[in-house]
Structure formats: structure tokens, C-alpha cells
């Protein structure tokens, strides 16, 4: 059975940090990508990172390139996603997907999703 844990979120002053993780399970977690997604409340979810667990690659969306950094610890099969210099618009709830064939930062591309946690920023 495929699962995507995630934890590490929580309330926080702008311009704080925190880290989020993805612990992932039932499948094989070194040819899959695993992506960062959130979901503000009224809105579309949307893609915040993604990273290759074949080689490496990564993406960023523009409203969070330079603060937030995601990477991939192979041996604990997680995901992390530090998120820096953190601002209110960036509230919302995240969460993390896995997907063996696609790659990228649209929701449509990702089979595997978790429950998400809660994010928010105060002002």
C-alpha cells in the first residue's frame, strides 16, 4: 500500500522557517518524483516543488524560488521541503505526491497523494 506521510507544519511569524516532511512507503522511492503541492483556502491547489529521485533535478514555482529548498534522503525513503523567509500568502495546507512516470508542477501529473498539513504564516 502506497503512503505519503507529512508532517513538520505549524504556525509561524513572517520570516520564519519551517521543514516540512514527507515520509513516503510502498513503493519504489528511488525511481519516482516527489512533489510539493498547497492549497489555500477559495483556491486551486497548486505546485510548489518537485524533485527527481532518479538524478536529482529540481523545480521551483517562481513564487517560492530562493526561500524554499526541497530535497530527498534515500535511506529514510523522505522528502524534505525547507521553506525559509516565509510570508503570509504562503498559508495553506501542503502537501506531498509521488508520482513513477511524470514530472513536474501540475496536480494532474501525480497518482499518489497524502493528507497534507497545515501551514500558517502570520503577518
Known amino acids: 500500500e502506497v503512503q505519503l506521510v507529512e508532517s513538520g507544519g505549524g504556525l509561524v511569524q513572517a520570516g520564519g522557517s519551517l521543514r516540512l516532511s514527507c515520509v513516503a512507503s510502498g513503493f519504489t522511492f528511488d525511481v519516482y518524483t516527489i512533489g510539493w503541492f498547497r492549497q489555500a483556502p477559495g483556491k486551486e491547489r497548486e505546485g510548489v516543488s518537485c524533485i527527481s529521485n532518479i538524478d536529482g533535478t529540481r523545480e521551483y514555482d517562481a513564487s517560492v524560488r530562493g526561500r524554499f529548498t526541497i530535497s530527498s534522503d534515500h535511506a529514510k525513503n523522505t522528502v524534505y521541503l525547507q521553506m525559509n523567509n516565509l510570508k503570509p500568502e504562503d498559508s495553506a495546507v501542503y502537501y506531498c505526491?509521488?508520482?513513477?512516470?511524470?514530472?513536474?508542477?501540475?496536480?494532474?501529473?501525480?497518482?499518489?497523494w497524502g493528507q497534507g498539513t497545515q501551514v500558517t504564516v502570520s503577518p
Open positions: 505526491a509521488a508520482d513513477g512516470v511524470r514530472y513536474g508542477l501540475a496536480v494532474y501529473e501525480y497518482k499518489y
